[in-house]
Every structure is written in structure tokens, then in C-alpha cells.
């Protein structure tokens, strides 16, 4: 299974035919969060020639501090108000 980001947010859909049976193959509906599961690698790989890509990309930085402000910084001191900022674990 792959979460993955389709290639325009004004997309609300999409249905896979069989190009010679004309069957219907699956379709994907976007959730709440803009993403489609999709289970066939198949379905992943004409997907990607259409633009989309995975949702797992870059993600949350581990590491460095946090202020008290809720702002997160690699230094001890904050650049937004500055506080002194705590190590996150």
C-alpha cells in the first residue's frame, strides 16, 4: 500500500479501466487530507506518469528545540520571541 499526493488538489477522483476490457479496475477518492491509498502497483505506477507522487516526502526533522512559544528552531535561544528553548526528545 502507498499513500500518494495527487497532481493537482482540484482533482476529486479517479477510475481505472481496463484499456481492453473496458472493466472497471478501482477507483480513488481523495480523503480529507488531500491523499489516495492505493494498493495495486499497477494502479502506483500510472499514477506517478500522471503526476502524482508519494505523500511521505520530507517529513518532520528530529532533533533541535523547542520554545515555549511553539516555534522550533535548531538553536537555544528562539528567533521568534526570544525565549529559551528546551531539546525535544
Known amino acids: 500500500m ?3 499526493c495527487l497532481p493537482d488538489g482540484a ?3 479517479i477510475d481505472f479501466e481496463g484499456a481492453r476490457t473496458g472493466a472497471h479496475m478501482g477507483s480513488y477518492t481523495p480523503g ?3 491523499t489516495v ?3 495495486n502497483p499497477r ?3 500510472a ?3 500522471m503526476g502524482a507522487f508519494p505523500a511521505n516526502l520530507g517529513g518532520r526533522a528530529h532533533g533541535g528545540f523547542r520554545c515555549e512559544c511553539g516555534f522550533g528552531s535548531y538553536f537555544k535561544t528562539c528567533s521568534r520571541c526570544g525565549g ?3 531539546r525535544e526528545s
Do not use: N, P, S, Y
Open 47 to 49: 499514477l506517478r506518469e
Open 43 to 45: 494502479h502506483i505506477r
Open 84 to 86: 529559551t528553548c528546551e
Open 11 to 13: 482533482v476529486r477522483g
Open 37 to 39: 491509498t492505493v494498493d
Open 2 to 4: 502507498a499513500r500518494m
Open 32 to 34: 480529507k487530507d488531500g
